[in-house]
């Protein structure tokens, strides 16, 4: 049933909006110059499946000469504009038709995202993405990446027509507003480098201990349970240092944890790999597959490294 509505509403939309979309379209071309008028981007849609996404351009095209190579130097006034008002977000209606995604659900994010997800966040992949979704009206941008992830799993969890009729609605004043389409310090949203809480435990940085220093705290209590640490061993690699306190209830949950939300600290610290040592070469990984590590031996050493490769930023 839902599909069904998508598909009539945005086709719907599609023509009655075809004389704004087509003005844009020639727009895009006339301010922007060479290059298409549709941004195509690699995006993750239902059980992880990638396909296109659409927008209208918005940036001008890579130009080394001109000094034209960031973001925030190739978009243009008429491309922020766009951005402002999510007129850019139109062309979204023909992946609406197509079938890949939904007017309301969680935002389709990048592919690289989906190895840096928890496992709970896995389950925003259950539902169709959508070009509006509970977490864009209720902050958009400007929430943490953790927020959002909490309001799409709670949307999955309460989801049906009523609730996205209320999302819709309040989507159009949002829209008018122009609001939350920017993070601070970024044109328009930062990159996802991993959690930063799982479940009842949060990272937090250790005051004046250094920007690598971190502790796993258990909420709300704000109680420390692990404290951990990234130690630059060159200019991209790292060791990854995890005590669990002493009296912590479930060590090997809170190992895990901190693990996968210090390397999303690694990702955002430009550190490609990560070593951990276990105690031991019989000792047994004490950090779950899903994380990545690979066990090596090194002098009778028991490593465990994550290669995560050069981040996008």
């Known amino acids: 049933m839902k599909r069904l509505a998508?598909?009539?509403?945005?086709?719907?939309?599609?023509?009655?909006?075809?004389?704004?979309?087509?003005?844009?379209?020639?727009?895009?071309?006339?301010?922007?110059?060479?290059?298409?008028?549709?941004?195509?981007?690699?995006?993750?849609?239902?059980?992880?499946?990638?396909?296109?996404?659409?927008?209208?351009?918005?940036?001008?095209?890579?130009?080394?000469?001109?000094?034209?190579?960031?973001?925030?130097?190739?978009?243009?006034?008429?491309?922020?504009?766009?951005?402002?008002?999510?007129?850019?977000?139109?062309?979204?209606?023909?992946?609406?038709?197509?079938?890949?995604?939904?007017?309301?659900?969680?935002?389709?994010?990048?592919?690289?995202?989906?190895?840096r997800y928890s496992e709970d966040q896995t389950y925003r992949l259950d539902v169709l993405p959508g070009l509006t979704g509970l977490a864009q009206v209720s902050g958009r941008n400007t929430l943490s990446w953790d927020d959002r992830f909490d309001l799409d799993l709670e949307y999955i969890r309460m989801r049906g027509p009523l609730l996205d009729l209320r999302i819709l609605m309040a989507t159009v004043p949002k829209v008018l507003r122009s609001e939350g389409i920017s993070e601070q310090g970024h044109v328009t949203n930062s990159v996802f480098f991993g959690p930063r809480r799982i479940g009842e435990h949060a990272i937090r940085p250790v005051a004046d201990a250094g920007e690598l220093r971190f502790e796993i705290v258990h909420r709300p209590s704000g109680t420390a349970v692990a404290e951990c640490s990234l130690v630059r061993t060159g200019e991209t690699t790292a060791d990854l240092g995890i005590d669990v306190l002493p009296g912590a209830a479930d060590p090997e949950l809170i190992r895990a944890r901190a693990a996968e939300m210090m390397l999303g600290i690694a990702r955002a610290h430009a550190v490609e790999t990560v070593q951990y040592e276990s105690t031991g070469s019989s000792v047994p990984s004490q950090l779950p597959p899903r994380l990545g590590f690979l066990r090596v031996a090194v002098d009778g050493r028991a490593i465990d490294v994550r290669t995560l490769g050069k981040v996008e930023r």
Do not use: C, W
Request: glycine content about 10%.
């Open 6 to 115: 998508d598909a009539l509403v945005a086709g719907t939309a599609l023509l009655a909006l075809s004389p704004l979309l087509l003005t844009i379209a020639g727009l895009v071309r006339l301010r922007l110059g060479a290059g298409g008028i549709f941004f195509h981007q690699r995006r993750l849609g239902l059980d992880g499946e990638v396909f296109e996404a659409l927008k209208f351009r918005t940036m001008r095209p890579p130009d080394a000469a001109r000094g034209l190579l960031s973001d925030e130097a190739r978009l243009t006034p008429f491309g922020r504009r766009l951005r402002s008002t999510s007129l850019d977000e139109l062309p979204g209606l023909l992946n609406v038709v197509r079938g890949d995604m939904s007017l309301v659900g969680p935002r389709p994010l990048l592919p690289e995202y989906l190895e």
